[in-house]
């Protein structure tokens, strides 16, 4: 998928400096293909901390799930024992 893109990238810069010189054509072209790499790796890192953040986060909420749970036993508790007495 990213060689495609790449060779899709080159084609329309052959497109666009068929006039111009090749060096310039050259730097513009592995400035283009560097702009790409550095792009997609910021991309990855960025989903890389997403998901860890997404784990870290589930983690918590499932450590926080049996609290929640007794908590709501002992209020239903108390308060079944609170209308048994009235």
Known sequence: MAKVKILYILILLGVIMKNKSSFSSIVLTIALVAGYFIHNNQVIKLNNEI??????YNTKLTALQPNNTKQVAKSSAATSSSTDTL
């Open 51 to 56: 998901s860890s953040l997404t784990q870290e």
